[in-house]
């Protein structure tokens, strides 16, 4: 199972930062959604019911703390990390009134946002994250080597058989080695991946289901909503419309 994260900041270029360290970690984790506002976190939270979510202390509107104090009444197992660029005492006595699990100062470290993940991934799954380090580095490398491909190819008819003959490693070996890199099988990650683009491009009520199914390398767009819904619990058109009436986009 993946974690699934929500970040909230009103700086671009932040959102995107936390976005980057989460993907490059090659922990079990996808961002699912971010949002620019308070408001609109609140809102992809009642769409997304994430596990972790990476939020602001100052944005428009709803500030972090607020918008936390809702999230934790409708949502009390979700966990929150607040990013704040003020080292006040007053942010830090509010953040534990309303049981924030994390509170991070600006710049943030990678290092930090991978810890949180992984005590994360312990809490929900109650499971370790897979030690790395009795993989050796060269298998470790094949597996990173193998996520990479995913993300390149992800868009078409991606197989073993095909990443076996573009690797030049057996089936076998290759998920042996993917498994126990990052306790997932290689085509598990890369329905997880298929469908993370998916979440974006469903945003836009004008793409079609089949065009969105096609764009992400399903050519049966049944096929496509069966594995959607087996992940994200509703279908795609569902998903669709409701994150249009979230955010008002519906005609």
Known sequence: MLLRVLIADDESIERRVIQKIITDSKLPAVVLDMAKSGNEIIQLAELHYPD????????????GLDASCIIREKHPDTIISIITAYDEFNYAKRAIDIHVNYFLLKPIEPE??????????KQKFAAPVQDTTKISPKRMRL????????HEHYTQPVTLQY??????????????????AYDMTIMNYLQQVRIERALELLKNPDLSISQ???MIGYADPSYFGQIFRRIQGMSPLQYQYNHAQ??????
């Open 112 to 121: 930090e946002i991978i810890k949180i993940i992984k005590e994360c991934i």
């Open 52 to 63: 972790l979510i990476f939020m602001d202390i100052s944005m428009p509107g709803v500030n």
């Open 246 to 251: 979230k955010t008002g986009t519906t005609d």
């Open 163 to 180: 990443i076996e003959s573009r690797l030049n490693a057996s089936q076998q070996y290759l998920s042996r080695t993917f498994k126990e």
């Open 143 to 150: 597996a990173e080597e193998i996520v990479g491909f995913i």
């Open 212 to 214: 969105v199914s096609e």
